[in-house]
DNA sequence: TTGTATGCGTTATCAA
DNA sequence: TTGATAACGCATACAA
């Protein structure tokens, strides 16, 4: 218990006792047992994060926002992925809850109907940070993906362009990107512009798909003014067709992209997007979460770190 | 004791009695707790990862592989961040062992002294993956850098180029990387080519970085005809910043990189670069680990798994 | 096939 | 300021 104490708080030690501890702690080399600490105190210092895919790169900043921030309260960060399957996240869940995690942070907004069951019975706080739904299961730490789309629609509206197509993953189980979309096509109809049905696209994630979406749509379709991209490095993709074929950009063709990355900001030209502070929604899940599980803050936290239409030269 | 037999292994345990145990766990929302269960058995189910960051996506297939093999034995991927600072990362080891983790993986081939001694006296098996050094703590898991960049001058020698220019990310505390340029530098010495030393230049991480090096070999040293990248995305940065200045790309300037991405397949030209199974390297890594921690497998290991150099259209 | 006793290494609580 | 005791929830070993 001595020992315990001189660990946590060496203050309420003796010097003399702390020393000598010190000393055969150095000696034995002795490591204090957490997994004991944990089952002790029933506190954890874990922190999961289920994200639909640890390919991209969209989701780094995410996860250096909340590594940052776990790292500064000596808690741990555990991944894993979910490929947008609601099984394999509630799987993933089911796990969590059996190591008695002090958090979860999912980025997807559509479950399992267990999942929110499962952290509840549980009581382990929750974060979701794919979107600022109305009614999380606990907190939401996003920005409003359907005012993104809205906002985006706004900016190709104002540049003068009607034709437009619009490529995305699919839409099945991405609530996020189906969000987007409905935000995009709604204010488009505010000004009677109507996309086509043949020209609203649902392709793989990467860039070669980005590439075909776009020979797609110029193949078929010759007088489309702009594409809208909605998931990853799509517009690149496409960006690199157009330059391929010789078509210029945004005379020949405008596009935008959802998601904004450092290669939009390099790319010739470079790719007007949306961009968000993906760190700052990590980061501040993450924070929440470490209050929670030391009984601070409040239960349902509903934060929006909103956004910016970043126009640059591809529009 | 039964219940837990139940969960285990339902075989073991008459159908009668399972029925009734399954009840009993749906109507209480029972979750056995998994951190009793490893401090019971003195067993971890817990792999951990440490890269030097997470904002880059050269470690997503790393991670991605090591994932896919802990999911299917059930073991849970903790993950984090060195900033390539050995004393960071010492910490994070520390840490680690306090949890008894069943193993981990350290992309860093350089560590401060105390880390292999706090794995060896854990009995923590360790998987070093950022090079194939010589004499790893436990494991290794890699490719040869050294070998790769000879390769690499090969490739660029029977192009004929002479003036060669090597950009890479700062070398202390990347011993990869400073492997990679030896590597390099000593192939083309075996032809008698020598990179000037103000040609040897050291960046920070980034395509705005890359630009900014291939600027500076452009407006320096006007007559250089390839320049070698060691470092994510630089050569993208490189090949847009030629791009900007009408510079034709192999026959102004021919560029390569060190790490394959799928940006490299996709531009225009695309970029001849060194190509490993990053993915592969995650899998064997973690399934060695897992094989270990069920008594499995020898204890050292020392994996090759190649790399290949992709002549693309930017030499 | 089922159940009992015991211990894993901490921390909470109370006593000295 | 230090120490003794009990408990966290499971799994090991053994008994019935």
């Known amino acids: 218990m001595t020992v315990s104490r001189a660990l946590k708080d060496p203050d ?5 006792v702390l020393a000598r501890i010190q000393s055969v702690i150095a000696r034995v080399g002795y490591v204090p047992n957490q997994v004991a600490g944990s089952l002790s105190s029933s506190k954890s210092t874990h ?14 900043e995410l996860i250096q926002g909340i590594s940052d921030v776990l790292k500064q309260h000596g808690f741990q960060l555990m991944i894993s992925d979910s490929g947008n399957s ?3 996240e509630e799987a993933a869940v089911r796990g969590y809850a059996a190591q008695r995690v002090g958090g979860v942070i999912l980025h997807n907004t559509r479950h399992d109907e267990n999942v929110p ?4 019975a549980a009581g382990i706080p929750v974060v979701e940070t794919g979107d600022l739904i109305r009614k999380p299961i606990d907190a939401v730490v996003s920005f409003s993906n359907s005012a993104a789309g809205a906002a985006m629609a706004e900016h190709l509206l104002a540049r003068g362009y009607e034709r437009i197509a619009f490529v995305s993953l699919p839409v099945k189980n991405r609530e996020r990107v189906l969000a987007f979309r409905r935000g995009f096509m709604a204010r488009l109809r505010r000004d009677k512009v109507v996309v086509p ?20 749509v110029l193949d078929t379709s010759p007088t489309t003014q702009a594409t809208m991209f909605s998931g990853d490095v799509l517009a690149a993709g496409a960006l690199f067709e157009c330059q391929r074929r010789g078509i210029a950009i945004p005379s020949g063709m405008a596009i935008a992209n959802s998601d904004d990355s450092e290669l939009f900001q390099n790319t010739l030209p470079d790719i007007t997007s949306v961009r968000s502070p993906r760190d700052e929604i990590g980061a501040r899940a993450a924070q929440w979460i470490v209050d929670r599980s030391r009984g601070l803050g409040a239960p349902g936290l509903r934060h929006d770190v909103g956004f910016t239409v970043v126009e640059r030269h591809s529009t």
């Open 117 to 120: 069951r499962i952290l509840s």
């Open 12 to 16: 309420s030690v003796s010097s003399a």
């Open 86 to 88: 609601t099984q394999i």
């Open 197 to 216: 049905a043949e020209l609203i696209l649902e392709v793989p994630t990467g860039m070669v798909s980005g590439a075909r979406a776009i020979a797609h």
């Open 47 to 60: 922190v999961a994060l289920v994200v639909p895919s640890l390919r991209t790169a969209i989701f780094a």
